[in-house]
């Protein structure tokens, strides 16, 4: 049901492209950030440079733009790192690099059009919609990555634990604000901090409990139990059976940064002859 509502609203998205007034296509230069397991703090050491690039068309009635838009991050956190005790002792790590493909509505809060110089040339804006990403989380021990996924570090496809690996593509919800000027006819520019609404916990393979690490080692190889649990002092046996993370909270990112817009189709004849009787 909700993959089919999602589905549904890449299409609107989409079919709104085709009653569009004015094309642009926009650079984005920021940075990206996790929240979950590993780090509870935005913008924290651990931000990292995003890069993106959108085609977008702003649509006739000057309150809506729809964007489809390629960015690449980063994400990463250490325990290490971390003033809470429990995490510290944990020291679990990760890292990921972020490749996200999403289809985006803009709503302006003013009236907005291209070109504008002098009157309806800046908006504020909210954004929403709907976005593909691929993640591969690795761990770092001495000194080498190594992929999470793959190890399955909460017994995944062992008889510890017979849930599959979760999947390395996945469907995001972004969602944040904005705001944009024009510099001038054809140049605009713009700054804004979205948030992605994931559906999983294991961006930085962090999410259930701890199991046997012999079960481990015997169905899944000597370095899954390793980097399953690096902790310095155990709870019980083994910490079999703590908690490793939060099932109950998903993890987050983030993209925050500056865009650089370039116009190059105002419209039809017809459509700008109407618009400068306004």
């Keep these: 049901m909700m993959k089919n509502t999602l589905l549904l609203l890449a299409f609107t998205l989409l079919s709104s492209l085709m009653i569009a007034q004015s094309e642009e296509v926009s650079f984005f230069f920021g940075s990206s950030y996790y929240?979950?397991?590993?780090?509870s703090k935005h913008f924290d050491q651990n931000t990292n440079p995003a890069l993106g690039i959108m085609y977008k068309r702003n649509h006739r009635n000057d309150r809506y733009s729809f964007r489809l838009q390629f960015?690449?991050?980063?994400?990463?956190?250490?325990?290490?790192?971390?003033?809470?005790?429990?995490?510290?002792?944990?020291?679990?790590?990760?890292?990921?690099?972020?490749?996200?493909?999403?289809?985006?509505m803009e709503v302006n809060f003013n009236k907005y059009r291209v070109g504008q110089t002098k009157k309806l040339n800046k908006t504020p804006y909210l954004f929403f919609g709907i976005a593909g990403y691929n993640f591969k989380p690795k761990g770092l021990y001495n000194d080498s990555w190594y992929d999470l996924q793959a190890l399955g570090t909460e017994g995944q496809?062992?008889?510890?634990?017979?849930?599959?690996?979760?999947?390395l593509n996945q469907l995001?919800?972004?969602?944040?604000?904005?705001?944009?000027?024009?510099?001038?006819?054809?140049?605009?520019?713009?700054?804004?901090?979205?948030?992605?609404?994931?559906?999983?916990?294991?961006l930085d393979d962090v999410s259930g409990k701890y199991v046997d690490p012999q079960i481990l080692a015997?169905?899944?190889?000597?370095?899954?139990?390793?980097?399953?649990?690096?902790?310095?002092?155990?709870?019980?046996?083994?910490?079999?059976?703590?908690?490793r993370g939060n099932p109950a909270l998903k993890d987050w990112y983030f993209f925050a940064g500056f865009t650089l817009s370039y116009s190059f189709n105002k419209g039809d004849e017809c459509t700008n002859a109407f618009k400068r009787k306004d």
């Design 71 to 104: 960015t690449y991050g980063k994400v990463e956190a250490y325990d290490i790192q971390s003033t809470d005790d429990w995490q510290r002792n944990r020291d679990l790590n990760f890292q990921t690099t972020l490749l996200e493909l999403g289809a985006i």
């Design 172 to 202: 995001a919800l972004p969602v944040g604000i904005g705001f944009k000027k024009n510099i001038n006819e054809n140049w605009a520019w713009s700054i804004e901090y979205g948030a992605r609404i994931l559906f999983t916990d294991f």
């Design 157 to 167: 496809n062992t008889s510890a634990n017979p849930n599959d690996y979760y999947k």
């Design 218 to 243: 015997n169905e899944s190889g000597i370095l899954t139990p390793i980097l399953a649990d690096r902790s310095y002092n155990q709870i019980g046996n083994q910490n079999i059976g703590n908690d």
């Design 35 to 39: 929240i979950g397991d590993l780090n």
